[in-house]
């Protein structure tokens, strides 16, 4: 059985930055592409970016150049990295993985307000 746990939501000013963290209890994180995703509040869950085993990323177009996507294999740890952050930021943010079936973490809060 695969959990992944999310950590690091906070308040935070715009303008601010946040490191979120997904720690996962198995050695998934350098065998599968770990993902991103949110939810804002009233809205669908939403994809937010994704790094490949290769270590190559991809964004949605609204947090391109603010956020970047890392992992760290030995620690079984993908990375959310979110600089300018504005309130439509606002959100759970969940890690996720697709291995035989899709795998979700909690989520963690994150909210942009001054």
């Known amino acids: 059985q695969v959990q992944l746990v999310e950590s690091g939501g906070a308040l935070v000013q715009p303008g601010g930055s946040l490191r979120l963290s997904c720690a996962a209890s198995?050695?998934?994180?350098?065998?599968?592409?770990m993902r991103w995703y949110r939810e804002p509040p009233g809205q669908q869950r939403e994809f937010v970016g994704e790094v490949t085993t290769s270590g190559g990323t991809r964004y949605r177009d609204s947090v391109k150049g603010r956020f970047t996507i890392s992992r760290d294999n030995a620690k079984n740890t993908v990375y959310l990295q979110m600089d300018s952050v504005i309130p439509a930021d606002t959100a759970v943010y969940y890690c996720t993985f697709r291995g035989v079936r899709d795998w979700w973490g909690q989520g963690t809060q994150v909210t942009v307000s001054s």
């Open positions: 198995g050695s998934v994180v350098g065998l599968y592409a």
